[in-house]
């Protein structure tokens, strides 16, 4: 049992209830200017404290952990992903890390087979027609005809919990599922779904019309989608992306829509944010691409939810309890600790 109220310094704004109710758990110090904080400005504000509440825009690489403050002891993730965490290095140092997962499966899922949805059936180009070229196209014939998505295969990257919602939704599309993950998934998974498994990315990549990547970033995963392997794709293919920018080889991917070897693609997240590769928007431009700016989770529903299992985690680890979203090393690392 802790004697004292734990002291947190939490890198970004979070929603008011949550900022609320941690402010009267716990002794709470806010980067109230909302901008990703540098490792010294993290350290600093870590003097005396006794858990860091860490966001994925933090770099929270193995020097910061060396230099951490003895106090602490927990680093509590407002995220899914932990890319920008050096988990090995933390618990090298004997440190808990915790993160956010399941809150947000379903309106990631959600956001990803809204992306799939608008390539083929040309949904930005639509409005853009109307707000920007105040154009009125209307219906003929022949106008703004894109493709159908019905009987197309989709081939999805990585069949955690985010995948599995996205190959549910896309099922009801009636989209014909194929899936690439570290482990074939139980009958009782894949019968619904009528998923297919492959063990060879290389060869699902040759069936699939679209493909969503859904997998976390590690030392295996990155650059998972190489220039080799969109090469792969079938030409007029798709690719949506969601996940974190390092998955695929952006510039490979830039070059062979600018080609038209691939039709199109729709990603959340990008190599070198915020500076997108102009290229990149000139594709957005000419409706080639779909952008959106990492928001795949972000829903008002899900923020909340992040923040009261950050609250759960930090709450349990203090009273001396397992906190129930613990990261533990029976999972591949991530590659790096980045921004
Ligand atoms: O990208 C969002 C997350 O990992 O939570």
Avoid at 150 to 175: D, N, P, S, W, Y
Avoid at 269 to 279: A, C, L, S, T
Wanted: glycine fraction near 6%.
């Amino acid at each position: 049992m802790t004697l004292h109220k734990p002291k947190i310094l939490v890198t970004r704004r979070l929603p008011a209830s949550i900022e609320a109710r941690m402010a009267t758990l716990f002794e709470t110090d806010v980067n109230e200017g909302d901008v990703a904080l540098t490792s010294e400005d993290i350290l600093a504000g870590l003097a005396g404290k006794d858990v860091l509440v860490s966001t994925i825009t933090d770099r929270i690489d193995a020097d910061l952990i060396r230099r951490l403050p003895p106090s602490v002891r927990l680093i509590a993730q407002f995220g899914n992903g932990v890319d920008n965490i050096d988990l090995e290095a933390a618990w090298a140092a004997g440190l808990t890390v915790t993160n956010t997962p399941s809150v947000l499966t379903e309106d990631t899922a959600d956001m990803a087979t809204a992306l799939m949805l608008s390539l083929p059936r040309r949904l930005v180009e639509g409005t853009q027609m109307l707000l920007r070229d105040r154009q009125w196209a209307g219906w003929s014939p022949t106008s703004m005809l894109g493709h159908r998505l019905r009987g197309k295969a989709l081939g999805i990257v990585g069949m955690g919990r985010i995948g599995t919602a996205v190959a549910q939704r896309a099922r009801a599309f009636g989209l014909n599922i194929h899936y690439f993950s570290r482990q074939q998934r139980p009958l009782a998974v894949e019968t619904p779904l009528g998923a297919t498994y492959w063990d060879d990315l290389d060869a699902m990549l040759g069936e699939v019309d679209i493909v969503s990547l859904h997998t976390p970033l590690t030392r295996d995963t990155h650059h998972i989608l190489s220039a080799e392997r969109l090469d792969r794709m079938k030409p007029g293919s798709y690719v949506v992306n969601v996940s974190r920018p390092e998955l695929l080889d952006e510039t490979a991917l830039i070059e062979r829509l600018e080609s038209g070897r691939l039709a199109g693609a729709a990603l959340d997240v990008f190599e070198n944010r915020p500076d997108i590769n102009p290229r990149l928007l000139a594709l957005a431009e000419a409706n080639r691409v779909v952008l959106t700016a990492h928001m795949a989770s972000a829903t008002l529903e899900a923020r909340v939810e992040m923040g009261e299992a950050v609250i759960v985690n930090i709450r349990a680890f203090m009273d001396g309890h397992q906190p129930p979203h613990r990261l533990l090393p029976d999972r591949p690392l991530p590659r790096t600790a980045r921004a």
